[in-house]
């Protein structure tokens, strides 16, 4: 380890300053507790990102919604006095499908009555699965190992009886994973919708996960509980590079300065804890679970306008796609309507093919927007293109999602501590996982652990 840089001393280093590793860190300091938190970016917030754009208008790059379902953000909004709006979801959404585009209400697009009953039985047979996982851990039992072999692509196929209902599914899976359905494990399908209220609500805006936003940006959140940090305990653009047990201590080596320990706490996505050196070496399942982990592929596109045309149509932006290159929009305008911002996905495969280096991605996201909404209003007057997997100490996003074989296998290493050596972050959120939710609990849980376990030294 190197001797010649600026060497620190504290109870707790945090690395990362996602939400996870912010309230972590807040937490700490208000009991009093010496932190460190490492970030290696050069601002906070982790997969939370916004930018401003003329008239003050916060545009989000990341994480973006929230249910009024979910306690903890509730908690933080009312801490700090920030403002929410809903999502707007008044009009007509729009589904294009096999070359047409129809218009719809709800959560389930126009395929046809025995379609729709096919959908309808899946969404009911996937429901009373995921019932039985509410409160229990997602591993042990044969049954759950069997569900852990399947893939969600496999329970789909085998479940669901028309192209169209199965072609709907593959799409869900798209739109909340970022993966294609055949590579997620249907274990780590359930247990996901279980903890996140159901399958059914993690695609609604009313009563479902894009129901509310922040009204100045999520960022906001993340500077607020930054502040509280101080500067003086927060070191951003310092990636830590290692990571070594030393007698009744643990050290730290970053790429400004060193440290020595009584706890840390690693609150970053798997892609990043992946490139720090532990010594020794992690227990076999935690590493084994890291290097198992992918993360899902989602391009995230704001389209901003002039005006939010398609709410003046009686569209809600909303929409549901089946073709190249988007996966699904929905409205992310300002509430007084200054401009109109659509916000647009593109997952998976497709986002392979739109990042291909001879691609225009603003032109061809623009030029898709204008063909799903029939041409009916100008060009945008800005495209802005966010690839989470371009970010090296992010890799992907959502977020990471479970392989099939892997939960039931090492997932335990998912809920596990090792002190001195403790994990959180959105991955790992006992409620709403992969969420800003999902990131609060992860973070305050382990923060409180590490003061339990410093009481009882």
């Known amino acids: 380890?190197?001797?010649?840089?600026?060497?620190?001393?504290?109870?707790?280093?945090?690395?990362?300053?996602?939400?996870?590793?912010?309230?972590?860190?807040?937490?700490?300091?208000?009991?009093?507790?010496?932190?460190?938190?490492?970030?290696?970016?050069?601002?906070?917030?982790?997969?939370?990102?916004?930018?401003?754009?003329?008239?003050?208008?916060?545009?989000?790059?990341?994480?973006?919604w929230f249910s009024g379902q979910q306690p903890l953000i509730a908690e933080q909004i009312r801490r700090f006095g920030l403002e929410t709006v809903a999502t707007h979801d008044d009009g007509l959404h729009l589904f294009a499908w096999n070359g047409r585009?129809?218009?719809?209400?709800?959560?389930?697009?126009?395929?046809?009555?025995?379609?729709?009953?096919?959908?309808?039985q899946a969404i009911a047979r996937f429901d009373r699965i995921a019932a039985r996982l509410h409160g229990q851990a997602p591993w042990g039992s044969e049954a759950l190992q069997r569900y852990d072999r399947l893939s969600f692509g496999q329970w789909i196929d085998a479940h669901l009886y028309t192209r169209a209902g199965r072609e709907f599914f593959y799409l869900v899976s798209e739109m909340v994973f970022g993966v294609e359905p055949h590579l997620v494990s249907f274990l780590y399908?359930?247990?996901?919708?279980?903890?996140?209220?159901?399958?059914?609500?993690?695609?609604?805006?009313?009563?479902?996960?894009?129901?509310?936003?922040?009204?100045?940006?999520?960022?906001?959140?993340?500077?607020?509980?930054?502040?509280?940090?101080?500067?003086?305990?927060?070191?951003?653009?310092?990636?830590?590079?290692?990571?070594?047990?030393?007698?009744?201590?643990?050290?730290?080596?970053?790429?400004?300065?060193?440290?020595?320990?009584?706890?840390?706490?690693c609150a970053v996505p798997p892609p990043a804890a992946r490139q720090i050196a532990f010594a020794p070496a992690l227990p076999p399942a935690r590493g084994r679970l890291l290097q198992a982990l992918p993360m899902g592929r989602v391009v995230k596109v704001q389209a901003i306008y002039e005006r939010p045309f398609w709410l003046e149509q009686g569209l809600s932006g909303q929409s549901m796609c089946d073709g190249y290159p988007l996966t699904y929009t929905i409205d992310n305008s300002p509430a007084d309507r200054r401009c109109g911002v659509l916000a647009a996905f593109v997952c998976s495969s497709r986002a392979e093919r739109f990042l291909d280096a001879h691609t225009d991605r603003t032109a061809v996201a623009a030029q898709a927007i204008d063909r799903l909404f029939g041409g009916r209003f100008p060009a945008p007057r800005e495209?802005?293109?966010?690839?989470?997997?371009?970010?090296?100490?992010i890799g992907g996003s959502y977020g990471a999602y479970f392989p099939p074989g892997v939960m039931t296998t090492l997932g335990r290493a998912l809920h596990d501590q090792q002190p001195p050596l403790y994990w959180c972050g959105a991955e790992y959120g006992q409620v709403h996982p992969c969420q800003m939710e999902g990131a609060l609990e992860s973070g305050l849980r382990s923060a409180r652990l590490i003061k339990t376990a410093f009481a009882h030294e």
Not at 16 to 41: K, P, S
Not at 219 to 227: G, P, Q, S
Not at 240 to 264: F, H, I, M, P, Q
């Open 189 to 265: 399908v359930l247990y996901y919708a279980s903890r996140s209220v159901s399958l059914t609500s993690l695609i609604s805006v009313g009563q479902g996960h894009q129901e509310l936003r922040f009204r100045d940006g999520p960022a906001r959140l993340c500077d607020r509980i930054a502040e509280r940090i101080g500067p003086a305990h927060l070191h951003l653009e310092t990636p830590v590079r290692a990571v070594r047990l030393a007698g009744d201590g643990v050290e730290v080596d970053t790429s400004r300065l060193t440290g020595r320990y009584r706890a840390v706490l």
């Open 383 to 393: 495209v802005l293109v966010e690839d989470w997997a371009a970010n090296p100490w």
């Open 1 to 64: 380890m190197p001797t010649h840089f600026p060497r620190r001393e504290a109870d707790v280093c945090v690395i990362g300053a996602g939400l996870a590793g912010l309230i972590a860190a807040d937490e700490l300091l208000a009991a009093g507790l010496r932190v460190d938190v490492f970030e290696a970016q050069a601002g906070v917030g982790g997969r939370v990102k916004d930018t401003r754009r003329p008239g003050d208008v916060a545009v989000e790059l990341g994480a973006n």
């Open 101 to 120: 585009t129809r218009t719809f209400r709800g959560a389930i697009p126009p395929l046809g009555p025995l379609k729709l009953v096919d959908i309808s």
